[in-house]
């Protein structure tokens, strides 16, 4: 099996981006991050893009899905991993990288695509809060979902409290799915997950509670 290429895609502070390369161990000799790119030149990200060597491209156009075309062609990877990168991707790119991109987003989607998930989990009281990490399509937020995290909310938890518990399920299963793919043991084909060839047709959900996270 040939060493998979993959690239980080991010826009802000990067924590995922850091836990993934603190993980990049577990697939090593399948696959390897040999780039970033972020369309924020003040991400945090940057820097910690810096402190694992990983080669970081900057944009700092108002579109720049130029520049990110550029980045892709140069480096063709075999994998895009959105972690964290809050541009919406052009038509043309999802469907030149189709199977190829794989997005986390902090909500039990299809609920609360786009942004102010935790504002929306408390406004409305939700008993149960998640993840979910998907293939990308045209869709914001849409695509077949490969896995979802999820834990009750027993109590009444606030925004910072929230955040924090949602980022340690992010922290958790990112990488594991990561590993799946360079392991080959998901695939999107017809858009539909496969899961070791199976195909999958309700979500794989984790589920864990707040105490072990
Ligand atoms: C993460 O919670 C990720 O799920 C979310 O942005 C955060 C980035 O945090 N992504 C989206 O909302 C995508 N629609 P980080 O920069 O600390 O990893």
């Known amino acids: 099996m040939l060493i ?3 690239v980080i895609l991010f826009s802000g502070t990067g924590s995922n981006l850091e836990n993934l390369l603190k993980n990049k161990h577990l697939h090593d000799g399948q696959l390897k991050y040999i780039s970033a790119f972020t369309n924020n030149p003040k991400a945090k990200g940057i820097d910690i893009c810096k402190l694992f060597s990983l080669e970081v491209t900057i944009s700092s156009c108002k579109d720049p899905n130029l520049d990110l075309q550029i980045f892709l062609k140069n480096h063709n990877p075999d994998l895009i991993v959105l972690s964290g990168y809050m541009k919406i991707l052009p038509d043309y790119i999802i469907k030149e990288y189709k199977g190829k991109i794989i997005n986390i987003h902090p909500s039990l989607l299809p609920k609360y695509p786009g942004l102010n998930t935790y504002e929306k989990v408390i406004d409305n009281k939700d008993k149960e ?4 990490i998907h293939f990308v399509t045209e869709e914001l937020d849409g695509g077949p979902i490969i896995l979802q995290g999820q834990f009750e909310l027993c109590k009444e938890l606030n925004k910072d409290r929230l955040k924090f518990l949602t980022h340690q399920l992010e922290y958790e299963l990112f990488p594991k799915v990561i590993l799946w793919f360079a392991n080959e043991l998901i695939k999107l084909e017809s858009d539909k997950v496969f ?13 864990t509670n707040i105490e072990s996270l």
């Not at 809060?129 to 979910?132: A, L, P, Q, V, Y």
């Not at 899961?195 to 589920?207: A, G, R």
């Open 129 to 132: 809060h998640g993840i979910t």
């Open 195 to 207: 899961f070791k060839n199976k195909e999958i047709t309700s979500p794989m959900i984790y589920l």
């Open 4 to 6: 998979k290429k993959c």
